[in-house]
């Protein structure tokens, strides 16, 4: 078991593009387990190795449905638009609404190469997208409506 350190906003890895992975060994289930292990004690929906300081093309979600590990993963699909707010574990404190697609459809590749389709809309479609986002050194701070604070939700609460 090893919980990683989860790098930051400002640290320069973030923004670059990560490798495809082109070795199912144990070298990938090694990364995937320590990735499910790290977000699961961050209490988080998904990880992308980046946020480890790894660049490959591999990210972990779990929403409540059990563990999803998408190595390679390609959006080939979307459709329609929604507004959600969104954090992430690497820009600790802070949350905006970002505007992304409704609905989501993946390519991707389990640990030992085999090739699968996964879609959701929701929080899956949301994760998916923003996950896979870190693969190409991009944040949702880039390009997030607005932010939000605490405050703000209390007054919609209201």
Known sequence: MSIRK??????????????????????????????????????????????IGILRRVVVIDTGDGLLELINPEIIETRGEIGMVEGCLSVPGRR?????????????????GNAFEIEGDGLLGRALQHELDHLDGRMYVDFMDYEVFDDDEEKDDA
């Open 96 to 112: 905006g609404h970002v505007t992304r697609a409704e609905w989501a459809r993946v390519k991707a590749f389990d640990r030992k």
């Open 6 to 51: 989860i790098l930051t906003l400002g640290d320069p890895i973030l923004r670059k593009t990560s490798n495809p992975v082109t070795r199912f060994d144990l070298r990938l289930a090694l990364l995937l387990r320590d990735m499910k292990e790290t977000m699961y004690d961050a209490n988080g929906v998904g990880l992308a190795a980046p946020q």
